[in-house]
């Protein structure tokens, strides 16, 4: 079983920066495609941003591109994500999800494909 724990939310003014971080408890961590996604109260758990278990490739949601970036770091088993120039409309609670990949391609699919999750981190982003 995989445990991803979230950290790294908080309270920001417009315009400013956080890092999430998440990080696992599988050995095997480097074999996992990692996610992001991001749940506002009363909406559907939207998807943020992904990336292979080989970190090669990443993919973005159109609203986040060109501000969030996802990183992960398979020597301390954690995947990053960096938010900038935040907007009011990117508070959220944020998840990390994982999903066995390794030899593969795939890191672009939906939240059910996804097979851990974390318990998410509070981001609030004031105006």
């Known amino acids: 079983q995989v445990q991803l724990v979230e950290s790294g939310g908080g309270l920001v003014q417009a315009g400013g920066s956080l890092r999430l971080s998440c990080a696992a408890s599988a050995r095997t961590f480097s074999g996992y495609a990692m996610g992001w996604f991001r749940q506002a109260p009363g909406k559907e758990r939207d998807f943020v941003a992904a990336c292979s278990w080989s970190g090669g490739a990443t993919y973005y949601a159109d609203s986040v591109k060109g501000r969030f970036t996802i990183s992960r770091d398979n020597a301390k088993n954690t995947v990053y994500l960096q938010m900038n120039s935040l907007k009011p409309e990117d508070t959220a609670v944020y998840y990390c999800?994982?999903?066995?990949?390794?030899?593969?391609?795939?890191?672009?699919?939906?939240?059910?494909?996804?097979?851990?999750w974390g318990q998410g981190t509070q981001v609030t982003v004031s105006s």
């Open positions: 999800a994982a999903k066995w990949a390794y030899g593969s391609m795939w890191y672009r699919g939906q939240a059910h494909e996804y097979e851990h």
